[in-house]
């Protein structure tokens, strides 16, 4: 059967999709300007035809199909971790994860398995510790959620960048301060070779630029009389 590029375009992506999410795989969709969250039922289809043609999936809690370009599958594995690997997540990033689920959840038991409860106290305890061995805290678990540490993090973290602009701009201005400095000996030093009468002039033409430059008028003959006098 010839497709057309767009419909192909579909099928390439059913077929991507069904590669890599295995029905029951956690998905997120946008719907209605939400996000929401699901599981995927069977496999991924195309209805319609021509261009009307659309790859979709079906998703728990929805009734309809949801198109596959709204959809964003959650990997099953954190940090990229291999479904068959021993290894773990690292573990400031595990904490903001329990942290975000337990924000979310709320208080209290979130499964029993054959009469093993889980709590969400259990996973803020663990999260606490992670996260407070992974940031150096040390203040006790019991004045110090996940969400205040995260607090404190992002308050010493503006004051690192308050601190960092404070050297900065004392930087700036010790340099401008040596600039000026350089400058008046230079001045100093030239006014040092002038002869008095030469001084004088000096000092009057400086006097009048200042004084053109704030809207008065120029020296008198008197005021440089007194200068050269000196």
Known sequence: MNYTDFERQQLDAVRDFNNTCLPGYWVSFELHGRVR???????????????????????????HHVPLSEVTVIPQ????IEDDSRDLPEPAAAAERVRDYTTEFGDGILNVIDG?????RDLEALARSAWAKAHGVT??????????????????ES?????QAFVDENARLRNNLAYLAGEAVDEAERW?????????????ALID??????????????????????
């Not at 969250?37 to 009734?63: E, L, P, S």
């Open 139 to 156: 203040a006790p678990a019991e004045n110090l959620t996940c969400v205040q540490a995260g607090r404190v993090r992002g308050d010493n």
């Open 209 to 230: 630029a200042v004084r053109r430059t704030a809207g008065v008028g120029v020296a008198d003959g008197k005021h440089v009389g007194q200068v050269n006098g000196q």
């Open 37 to 63: 969250y699901g599981q995927t039922i069977g496999d991924a289809i195309v209805v319609g035809r021509g261009d009307d043609m659309r790859a979709v999936v079906g998703v728990t809690g929805y009734d």
């Open 77 to 80: 594995q954190p940090d990229g």
């Open 192 to 204: 040092a070779a002038l002869r008095p009468v030469e001084a004088g002039q000096a000092l009057k």
């Open 116 to 120: 093993h409860p889980l709590y969400a």
């Open 159 to 163: 004051l690192r960048r308050a601190n």
